[in-house]
Antibody, heavy 114, light 106 residues
Framework: QVQLVQSGAEVKKPGASVKVSCKAS????????IHWVRQAPGQGLEWMGR????????NYAPKFQGRVTMTRDTSISTAYMELSRLTSDDTAVYYC???????WGQGTLVTVSS | DIQMTQSPPSLSASVGDRVTITCQAS??????LNWYQQKPGKAPKLLIY???SLEAGVPSRFSGGGSGTDFTFTITSLQPEDVATYFC?????????FGPGTKVDI
């Protein structure tokens, strides 16, 4: 069965970077885009971008352009999302999801606090 | 960028009621619309794709319709387990924006 398992919760200081991983299993990793979506406490869903695991091509939402980097390691079927220059506004649960977003990871809470 | 709006922001209904949520896109997105259900502390769950296609395993009381810029999501007979927030999402044009959500209570 398709599974996406994300890395654990992180606490970061303002200005730091965070890298969240998403390990896929149960399907051909290179066959489907991986999307990243975040949700701040009590807020809605925010699409951050996607990566094509086959070629590594990415598309980022304008809001995150220049601050987010999505990568993948096909040898271990894992996608990564790195967000830099963190502020308190980046405190959120970060999800990975397999296109067409029918399968989601469990979410990773990233807390940014001094 | 395409903007997505939803109405109402929240609603309260009784068990067995018919509930309808609307979603509007700022430009034509054909039928490239998903609907999700999210319960507190859980990841979103895909219910409807391509505006009106029911995801496998999703109860038939959920349905979707519309195309272009105007879409609807309906629960024909609201059940206690349907208490959740529902989101629409455009996947026609990047960025694949979500609507702000509709919170459904009983």
């Amino acid at each position: 069965q398709v599974q996406l398992v994300q890395s654990g919760a992180e606490v970061k200081k303002p200005g730091a970077s965070v890298k969240v991983s998403c390990k896929a299993s149960g399907y051909t990793f290179t066959g489907y885009f991986i999307h990243w979506v975040r949700q701040a406490p009590g807020q809605g869903l925010e699409w951050m971008g996607r990566i094509n695991p086959s070629i590594g091509g990415t598309n980022y939402a304008p809001k995150f352009q220049g601050r987010v980097t999505m990568t993948r390691d096909t040898s271990i079927s894992t996608a990564y999302m790195e967000l830099s220059r963190l502020t308190s506004d980046d405190t959120a649960v970060y999800y990975c999801a397999r296109h067409p977003l029918g399968y989601w990871g469990q979410g990773t809470l990233v807390t940014v606090s001094s | 960028d395409i903007q997505m709006t939803q109405s109402p922001p929240s609603l309260s209904a009784s068990v067995g009621d018919r509930v309808t949520i609307t979603c509007q896109a700022s430009q034509d997105i054909s039928n490239h619309l998903n609907w999700y259900q999210q319960k507190p502390g859980k990841a979103p769950k895909l219910l409807i794709y391509d505006a009106s296609s029911l995801e496998a395993g999703v109860p038939s009381r959920f349905s979707g319709g519309g195309s272009g810029t105007d879409f609807t999501f309906t629960i024909t007979s609201l059940q206690p387990e349907d208490v959740a927030t529902y989101f629409c999402q455009n996947y026609y044009n990047l960025p694949f924006a979500f609507g702000p959500g509709t919170k459904v209570d009983i």
